[in-house]
Structures are given as C-alpha cells and as structure tokens.
C-alpha cells in the first residue's frame, strides 16, 4: 500500500503561482509513474502532467509551458510547480502513482483556486 499526501494548494491571482507537492509513504519501493491530475465539479478528472521513473516528463496542452513536474525520489516526492496561473486552473489538484504497473493510488487532492 502507497499513501499520499498532497499539499501546497490555495487562492492566488492570475498571473502568480503556486508549487504542490505530494509525499508519498508506504511501500514506495513500487512507485513506477507519479502523476498530477485535477478535476473541476460537473466534469472528468483530466491528466495535467507526468514523470517517469526514468524522469521522463508529458504535460497537457492546456499547461505546456506553464507547469513542470519533477520528483526527488529520496523525498519520495513530486512536485507540480505552477506558473502564470490562469483562473482555468481553478481546480481540485490529485497526486497518482503507479504502483509495480498493477494499480494506482491517489492522493486526497488540495483545491487550488486562481482569481481573476
């Protein structure tokens, strides 16, 4: 079993940015992909970005450019930093790992919310 914990989330302007972050315990020894997703009321969670193991990286169109995802593996953390945040952002954020290619874990999500 993995746990997350997500944090970092909250209320900024347009234009400004914000770094989460989720920390992952438990047998970590299994963690193969780290994803970030989001999801907004009324609509599908969506991809936002990912890292591989082997630190390779894919964002959504929505975000290239805006967002980087990285992890430290002796932290066993990933990070989503955030940049000219857009109130099309507002959302709840999710941290997922695959765990040995067999199943996902996810974490309890923390609301990010850009004002305009």
């Known amino acids: 079993q993995v746990q997350l914990v997500e944090s970092g989330g909250g209320l900024v302007q347009a234009g400004g940015s914000l770094r989460l972050s989720c920390a992952a315990s438990g047998s970590i020894a299994g963690i193969r992909d780290m994803k970030w997703y989001r999801q907004v009321p009324g609509k599908q969670r969506e991809l936002v970005a990912a890292?591989?193991?082997?630190?390779?990286?894919n964002y959504a169109d929505s975000v290239k450019g805006r967002f980087t995802i990285s992890r430290d593996n002796a932290k066993n953390t990933v990070y989503l930093q955030m940049n000219s945040l857009k109130p099309e952002d507002t959302a709840v954020y999710y941290c997922?790992?695959?765990?040995?290619?067999?199943?996902?874990?996810w974490g309890q999500g923390t609301q990010v919310t850009v004002s305009s």
């Open positions: 890292i591989s193991s082997g630190d390779s990286t």
């Open positions: 997922n790992v695959n765990w040995y290619g067999l199943r996902d874990f």
